[in-house]
């Protein structure tokens, strides 16, 4: 267990302010993985970077270790020198553990896999008030609760195999398994209202800005206003 962190989910001050921050950051990572109203993949590497940040303020930049191998995958980061999965899913059944589709891995992945790293949880439903058994926000899953959990299941109870002739995107966590590890006495939680904001979040503005104060920088440049004066100075 890393205790720093786990002390975190029971500092009332860092509580109220992840619940009061996180959730603004989670819609603006959607709005820039957002094409054509759909949410890329890519939103799950967007949230991660914000919760390793998060780390860095709370935990101190020294303690977290973010340059890690990118095909490990139990380890995303490393804080206090010890492995942290790190895992943000809106349905608790499509928990992924390995992205890999070809059935060689896959099945040399469930044939040797052992938990090896505690695990970070960010569990989003937006705007959801429902009285559920499994409530939205972050958990904290230490490694012994991993191992537990892992022995009592077995193999081919804890992890989930893609189904032959479908495309699954990857090796995910049973929902059985998953009910487990979240509702575990041991494991560590923050309820999170996760509240859409009720500003319209633009996924290209923060480039737009930073490109805007570099242009501001080159005072001969010229400042296009419509297309016909972009088409007669290019």
């Known amino acids: ?43 799950g590497c967007v949230r991660e970077k914000q919760i390793v940040s998060m780390f860095q303020c709370f935990l101190g930049k020294a303690n977290v270790n973010e340059d890690i191998p990118a095909l490990d995958p139990q380890m995303d980061v490393e804080l206090f ?19 890999t589709v070809d059935s060689i891995k896959v099945k040399e992945f469930i044939e040797n896999y052992v938990p090896e790293s505690d695990i970070f949880c960010a569990y989003i439903k937006w705007n959801d008030k429902t009285c559920r058994q499994i409530k939205p926000g972050l958990y904290y899953i230490p490694l012994e609760v991993a191992e537990s959990v892992f022995s009592e299941l077995g193999c081919d109870r804890y992890l989930k195999a893609p189904t032959v002739g479908t495309n699954p995107r990857g090796i995910a966590l049973s929902t059985e398994a998953s009910r487990h590890l979240l509702l575990n006495s041991n494991t560590h939680f923050i309820p999170i209202y996760w509240r859409r904001p009720v500003y319209a979040a633009d996924g290209y503005e923060r480039w737009y800005k930073i490109w805007n104060i570099n242009i501001s920088k080159q005072s001969k440049l010229p400042r296009y206003q419509n297309y016909q004066q972009c088409y007669m100075q290019i």
């Open 81 to 99: 020198k010890k492995p942290l999965s790190i895992k943000t899913f809106t349905s608790y059944s499509q928990i992924k553990f390995s992205w």
């Open 1 to 43: 267990m890393i205790t720093p962190l786990k002390n975190l989910f029971y500092s009332q001050k860092h509580i109220e302010l992840i619940q009061n921050t996180l959730p603004d950051m989670f819609y603006q990572a959607e709005k820039e993985s957002e094409r054509r109203d759909t949410t890329g993949p890519e939103v």
